[in-house]
């Protein structure tokens, strides 16, 4: 299975994000962020050592740049889904649901935020009946002052 969906609709839950899940400078599929992971495991040699160097805080190197702390927290995670399947194609497969329950508490994320934005904008004010009133009390006004003149 194959989603060509940006990282930041799959991603882990951040709070340094402000709001946003996910690792922040992504813009990647899930088929890349496999990608990646694979080759962290390869640096490291297995899942178990990969989630050991987290754990150690072992900097660890992928595309030839150190993973940042929010990558090594999703990282991390992916590990564990991996490690607890089994590994093989049943950790890949955990990982990709993972990365699709990821998907779906960002797209639930974005629907409430949306809601609340659409909450705390106030409906426009009708003031057709304010206009009709001082439209009316003009009339009456030049009524008044055509009144007073016309009978001097």
């Known amino acids: 299975?194959?989603?060509?969906?940006?990282?930041?609709?799959?991603?882990?839950p951040c709070t340094s994000c402000q709001g946003l899940n996910g690792i922040k400078n992504w813009n990647?599929?899930?088929d890349n962020i496999l990608h990646r992971f694979n080759q962290a495991v390869g640096a490291v040699g297995s899942v178990s050592n990969l989630i050991n160097s987290f754990k150690n805080g072992t900097p660890i190197n992928v595309d030839g740049k150190t993973l940042s702390e929010e990558d090594r927290k999703f990282f991390?995670?992916?590990?564990?889904?991996?490690?607890?399947?089994g590994g093989g194609q049943a950790g890949n497969e955990a990982i990709?649901?993972?990365?699709?329950?990821?998907?779906?508490?960002?797209?639930?994320?974005?629907m409430n935020q949306n809601a609340a934005n659409n909450n705390n904008n106030p409906e426009?004010?009708?003031?057709?009946?304010?206009?009709?009133?001082?439209?009316i009390g003009g009339v009456i006004f030049i009524a008044m002052i055509m009144l007073m003149m016309s009978k001097k």
């Not at 426009?124 to 439209?135: A, C, F, H, R």
């Open 96 to 110: 990709m649901q993972f990365l699709l329950q990821n998907q779906q508490m960002m797209n639930q994320y974005m």
């Open 28 to 30: 990647w599929s899930a």
């Open 1 to 12: 299975m194959e989603s060509k969906l940006p990282i930041y609709q799959l991603a882990a």
């Open 76 to 85: 991390y995670q992916m590990a564990l889904q991996s490690q607890n399947a």
């Open 124 to 135: 426009p004010k009708d003031n057709t009946t304010l206009y009709v009133g001082l439209g």
